[in-house]
Every structure is written in structure tokens, then in C-alpha cells.
């Protein structure tokens, strides 16, 4: 073997890429890796991690409110952005050594370059280096999408959203989704003034609709503008200062930023898929069947750039599988795409996992038996708060299978966990009704709902 010659060639070293060249150089193989930027990629740089933080310092401030309104002696909270960037950054370094030191004691080969596949066994580094490998991994995620409206490039993206050094007074999120709700959240918790302008009738097309007109009740109350069926036709922008113009030709009231949380398209153009014959989808996703691989033999994808479900640990499981069954020899080794848990980290927290009512009704139509449970968390009853949680069951068929579980309020990222490990094994609601209750917690409204 040459020093260009590896057993796996991976392009990319996010979340997934860095999961498949750990699991195949356990089990034995020659692993290159290859990422021009920060180890890590998109979730460890300018995603989950930072974007955890920044909920953490959002929490801590709203706890703070309470706090005072308890009989903390607490003065009004001044945030210093800038030391806590300080401490998420050590964090996030604190990550990639650890990455680093796992790479060389593994002996991968880390190539700090891009890679473009030249045909299904070789890929070239920008500097023309060829090197060659009977199995080849992409895993080169996604980038933030503007959309296409004159003016659009005026505004920040959420990538951008990590380089602010202070809260910007008034600030105008477009979007609806995972990105628009957090960083909206986030915002308006460390002392912005927030407008969201998002396209469709409500947030979060895709989740339960009454958890998602719950929580744009929750931040009308906390101050968010909300603008639904808002069609955004045009940005001015000049000195920092931004106007938004709708379809009816309204100005918006002017911001001192603009961020577009619009979507996310993959980095398949940038690592030259097409050109080798991989099939991609109309939006440039690489098409991947049950076991990772594309069109093309030998050359598998995972992760953001592929047409499956975007999420950090989905891309990991879907790397360490794949390797399993091309260097563990475990033939049947795939990853289940089912009932994959997910969580939205607005104030308050929604996490979901399996169907929703609307999906659940659809595909059982009358079998559908929904449960719910609205309350308000004890901390927030205590300080006379008005957030609500609101909890909900949908099961399914006489022994009312439980087919999805939809949670919003406090706690609710920390308590579906669990109950996913539940819902995948196939538990009823008379499972759930067995259960005692974990007393006095929010938790126990998943097995106390009638
Ligand atoms: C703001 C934000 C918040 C998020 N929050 C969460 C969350 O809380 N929980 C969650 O589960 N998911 C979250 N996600 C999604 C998560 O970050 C992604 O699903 C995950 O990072 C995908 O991993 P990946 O390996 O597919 O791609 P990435 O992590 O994006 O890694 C791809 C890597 O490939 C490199 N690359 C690209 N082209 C080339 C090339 N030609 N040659 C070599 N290298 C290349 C890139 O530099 C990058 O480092 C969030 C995403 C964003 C944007
Ligand atoms: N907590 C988490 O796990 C987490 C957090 C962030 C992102 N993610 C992952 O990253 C993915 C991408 O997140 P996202 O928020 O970018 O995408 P998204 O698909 O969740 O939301 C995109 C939003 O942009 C809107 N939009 C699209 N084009 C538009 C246009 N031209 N004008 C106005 N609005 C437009 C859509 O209507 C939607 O509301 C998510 O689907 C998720 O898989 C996960």
C-alpha cells in the first residue's frame, strides 16, 4: 500500500464523517479523512454545540426572571455576551483536541483539504493529490440557503448568527423551522427584540399543530413578533439597518439585523457526486438506499448530504452501521430510520418522537385515540408565570399502541429520552398506566394522562 492508498477514503469530517472513520479504523482499516475546516463540522462549529450554549445562557436568564420574582435577590441580570462566547469557544476547543488525539491514536490520516470525487475509487485534494481507496464515504453536510429574493444577501445566516459579539436591539428572524424558532428563542431571552416572518399559517410545519400554537402563544407572551403568512418579496439594507417588504409591496419597521433561517441545501455540488454518476435527488440530496450506498459502488453517504432525516446523531448511527457491515462483517448491519427522537430547543423545549396526530389520523383513520395533558410546570406556577407545558399521547388500535409522543414545556428535552426507548419497543398505553409516577416532576404526566 502507498502512502496514497487507504482502505477508506472519508470526505468530510462532521458528525458523521468522523463517526464512520472511527468505527472502520476499529475495525482495522487504513482510514483518510478529509475536511478543510474545523473537526467537527456543522453541529460541533456552528451548530448543536454552540446553539446549545446559547439556549443554556437563554435558560439561565429566564430562570434568573423567576428567581427574582421568588424572592432571590437578583439585580437585573447583565449578560456579558462576549465572556460567555469566551467559555463556549474553550468548550468547543476543548472538543476538537479530543477529536484530534482520537484521530492520531486510531493512526487516520486527517488531510486538512477538500476532496472531489474523480471516479469511484480516487478523490483529488484541492492540491491535486489523488488518492485512491475501494471504499469511499461522503459526508460533506449542508450549508444555510437564502432565499431568492432581491436584496437577501444583506442578511446574516445562521453560521453568522455564532460570530455576534452582543445582542442586536431589534433583530427580524425569517423562517419557521428548527433554526427560526431557536435562534428567535434565544434571542429575545439575552435582550433582543424579536420579529419572526415565517411563510406558512404557523411555526414548525411537520410537528403537532397544538404544540406548535402553543408555542407561538408562549412567545407572543414573551415579547416575539410573530408574522404568519408572511411573503417576503424583497431586503433593503444599509448600515445596519434592514427593511423587509412583503408581497403587497408594506414596508417593515426597520432592524438592526437580519437573519434567514430558510433552509439548508447539501454539499453534494462541492464534492464532485454528479460528476462521478451518483444519483441525486431534484434538490441535489445524494440518494442512498437502506444500507448507505449511493449509485455508485463502493461510494457511500451519510448524513446531511443525503435525502434522510438531518440530525447529528442520525448521521453518526448511520456511519457507525455502515461500517460495521464494510469492515465488521455485519451483512445485515443498516441503520432503523424509524421513531427517531427529535427536540426543538425554543423556551420551552418540544421534543416529538413517532407520528403525529394529523399522520397518525391519516394512515388509521378512527383507530386514533389521542391523549393530552396541559399544565403549568411548578416552578412557573410558584412565580405566577404564565408558560404552559402541554403534553400529548397518540395511540393507536384496541390495545392503543402508543405510535407518538409530542412533549412541550420545561424539562421536555430531558424527558423524551427515554420514553423513545419506550415507544421503539413497542409499548401500549396500559404500559404507561402501570408505570408509577415520579412524584412531584413534570415527567410523571406522560403516565398519568387519561
Ligand atoms: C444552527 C444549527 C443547529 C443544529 N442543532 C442541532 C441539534 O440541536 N441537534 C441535532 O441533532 N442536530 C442539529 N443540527 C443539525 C446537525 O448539525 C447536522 O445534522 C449534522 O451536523 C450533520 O452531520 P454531517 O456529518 O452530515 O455534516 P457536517 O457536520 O455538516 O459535516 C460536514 C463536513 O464536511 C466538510 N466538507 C464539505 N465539503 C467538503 C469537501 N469537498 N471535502 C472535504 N470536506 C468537506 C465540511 O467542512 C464539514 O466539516 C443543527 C444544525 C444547525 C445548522
Ligand atoms: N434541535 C435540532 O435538532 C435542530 C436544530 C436546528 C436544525 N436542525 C436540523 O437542521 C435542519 C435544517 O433546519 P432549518 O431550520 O434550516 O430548516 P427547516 O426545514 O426546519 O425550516 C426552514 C424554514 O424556512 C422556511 N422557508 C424556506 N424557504 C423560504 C423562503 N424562500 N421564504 C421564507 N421562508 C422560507 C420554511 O417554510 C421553514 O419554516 C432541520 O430540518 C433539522 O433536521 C435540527
Not at 45 to 66: F, T
Not at 141 to 154: I, L, M, T
Not at 375 to 383: D, E, K, Q, S
Request: hydrophobic share 45%.
Amino acid at each position: 500500500m502507498s502512502g496514497t492508498d487507504f482502505d477508506l477514503i472519508v470526505i468530510g469530517g462532521g458528525s458523521g464523517g468522523l463517526a464512520g472513520a472511527f468505527r472502520a479504523a476499529a475495525h482495522g482499516a487504513r482510514v483518510a479523512v478529509l475536511e478543510p475546516g474545523e473537526l467537527g463540522g456543522t453541529c460541533v462549529n456552528v451548530g448543536c454545540v454552540p446553539k446549545k450554549a446559547m439556549w443554556l445562557a437563554a435558560d439561565l436568564s429566564q430562570k434568573l426572571a423567576l428567581a427574582a420574582q421568588l424572592g432571590f435577590a437578583v439585580p437585573p441580570p447583565q449578560f456579558d455576551w462576549i465572556e460567555f462566547v469566551t467559555h463556549r469557544q474553550r468548550y468547543i476547543a476543548n472538543i476538537h483536541n479530543s477529536y484530534q488525539q482520537r484521530l492520531d491514536a486510531n493512526g487516520i490520516a486527517l488531510l486538512r483539504t477538500r476532496g472531489c470525487l474523480l471516479s469511484r475509487d480516487t478523490v483529488e485534494t484541492s492540491e491535486g493529490v489523488r488518492l485512491r481507496a475501494p471504499h469511499i464515504l461522503v459526508a460533506t453536510g449542508g450549508r444555510a440557503q437564502r432565499p431568492d429574493v432581491a436584496g437577501a444577501e444583506h442578511g446574516m445566516v445562521s453560521d453568522d448568527f455564532f460570530n455576534l459579539c452582543a445582542a442586536p436591539e431589534r433583530v427580524a428572524v425569517v423562517g419557521g423551522g428548527y433554526i427560526a424558532v431557536e435562534l428567535a428563542g434565544v434571542l429575545q431571552s439575552l435582550g433582543s427584540r424579536v420579529d419572526m416572518f415565517v411563510r406558512g399559517r404557523r411555526l414548525l410545519n411537520g410537528f403537532d399543530e397544538e404544540l406548535s400554537l402553543q408555542l407561538a402563544e408562549d412567545y407572543r407572551q414573551y415579547g416575539v413578533k410573530l408574522h404568519l403568512d408572511y411573503a417576503l418579496r424583497s431586503v433593503r439594507g444599509a448600515a445596519s439597518k434592514f427593511v423587509l417588504r412583503d408581497a403587497s409591496n408594506d414596508d417593515s419597521a426597520p432592524f438592526d439585523a437580519l437573519i434567514f433561517a430558510t433552509g439548508r441545501c447539501p454539499n453534494s455540488d462541492v464534492c464532485g457526486a454528479a460528476g462521478i454518476g451518483i444519483e441525486l435527488d431534484p434538490s441535489g440530496h445524494v440518494h442512498v438506499d437502506e444500507f448507505q450506498n449511493t449509485s455508485v459502488e463502493g461510494v457511500y453517504a451519510v448524513g446531511d448530504v443525503t435525502d434522510r432525516v438531518a440530525l447529528t446523531p442520525v448521521a453518526i448511527a448511520a456511519a457507525r452501521r455502515l461500517m460495521d457491515r464494510v469492515f465488521g462483517g455485519d451483512a445485515e448491519s443498516r441503520l432503523d430510520y424509524s421513531d427517531i427522537a427529535t427536540v426543538i430547543f425554543s423556551h420551552p423545549p418540544i421534543g416529538r418522537v413517532g407520528l403525529t396526530e394529523d399522520e397518525a389520523r391519516a394512515r388509521f383513520g378512527d383507530a386514533v385515540r389521542v391523549y393530552r395533558s396541559g399544565f403549568r410546570p411548578m416552578l412557573h406556577a410558584l412565580a405566577d408565570s404564565p408558560q404552559r407545558s402541554l403534553f400529548k399521547l397518540v395511540c393507536v388500535g384496541e390495545e392503543e399502541r402508543v405510535v407518538g409522543i409530542h412533549l412541550l414545556g420545561e424539562g421536555a428535552d430531558e424527558i423524551l429520552q427515554g420514553f423513545a426507548v419506550a415507544l421503539k419497543r413497542g409499548i401500549a398505553k396500559r404500559d404507561l398506566d402501570e408505570t408509577v409516577a415520579i412524584h412531584p416532576t413534570s415527567a410523571e404526566e406522560v403516565v398519568l394522562m387519561r
